[in-house]
């Protein structure tokens, strides 16, 4: 989706987004390309399901058996 779609949907002003949208492609979390004028972004899968799963395995105060059912789900198959 387009920065300014994203801005117009969340009702955000388009530079806070672009921001808040670099910030989510330096972690990793997004994907920008540029098409024309426009720079489209998406989500990151690969970076999104490393961060839930860091955060799952460090959740329930150190018992991350209570997620391993969740955690099993979101690990690769190969």
């Known amino acids: ?7 117009r949907q969340l009702d955000v002003p388009q530079n806070t987004m672009s921001a808040h949208l670099a ?9 920008s390309e540029r098409h024309s004028r426009s720079i489209i972004y998406r989500a990151d899968l690969n970076g999104l399901q490393a961060l839930t799963l860091f955060l799952l395995k460090d959740c329930c105060a150190g ?16």
Do not use: Q, Y
Request: charged residues 20%; neutral net charge; glycine residues 4%.
């Open 23 to 31: 910030i989510l492609a330096r972690a990793r979390l997004v994907r």
């Open 63 to 78: 018992n991350a058996e209570l997620c391993a059912p969740l955690i099993a789900e979101l690990s690769p198959c190969c």
């Open 1 to 7: 989706m387009a920065a300014g779609e994203i801005a």
